[in-house]
């Protein structure tokens, strides 16, 4: 009886036991909470983008009150990068982009966002993985930066019609701090 008390404690310290090491970044879990930029994210969503290019990106979903912002890790030649960034309409883009990339297959080389040029880069292929599903979503995507390599721009195509965009830039690990266990 004693034993069977022990080998049950035993059993829940187990499953809630945390490694300090466990509480990084690349380790986000849904629930977790991280504090960047003097706000507190919570982690709604933890996606994976498989890329025909072949590399593979981890994407958190962050809520911050009505707040949405999205954390990006792609490891491209043994360097990893972090990127923060925001959805927006394509809508907001100057001038009929959406309309553009269905006539031409293809987006202009320079679009532009509240008075800011953003220049072509790179486009890929990919597959999206929200939160843990199996089942992939494909999608075409447009990469622009800005003229002083600060802010990037993102265009997304899934399926015929719909498109997303997204504004970011590119962040450091260390600014992520505080990151807390879900309850």
Avoid at 72 to 92: A, M, N, Q, T, Y
Avoid at 145 to 159: A, M, N, P, R, V
Avoid at 166 to 173: A, C, H, K, R, S
Wanted: with cysteine; net charge negative.
């Amino acid at each position: 009886m004693v034993f069977d008390f022990f080998k049950n404690k035993k059993a829940e310290l187990q499953k809630e036991e945390f490694r300090i090491e466990d509480l990084v970044l690349s380790k986000l879990k849904v629930g977790f909470l991280v504090d960047y930029d003097l706000k507190t994210y919570r982690v709604s969503a933890c996606n994976k983008y498989q890329w025909n290019e072949g590399g593979v990106s981890d994407e958190w979903e962050l809520t911050s009150g009505s707040e949405t912002s999205f954390l990006e890790r792609s490891e491209e030649d043994g360097e990893v990068e972090w990127s923060f960034c925001h959805k927006l309409p394509i809508s907001k883009l100057e001038g009929d982009i959406a309309g553009e990339i269905i006539r031409n297959e293809d987006p202009p080389e320079k679009v532009v966002l509240k008075g800011e040029t953003f220049h072509f880069e790179e486009d890929d292929i990919g597959e999206f993985f929200r939160d843990g599903s199996e089942e992939g979503l494909s999608f075409v995507s447009w990469d622009y930066s800005d003229e002083q390599g600060k802010q990037f721009l993102t265009i997304e195509q899934w399926g015929e019609k719909k498109f997303d965009m997204q504004l970011g830039f590119v962040v450091e690990e260390f600014q992520f701090i505080n990151i807390l266990p879900s309850e």
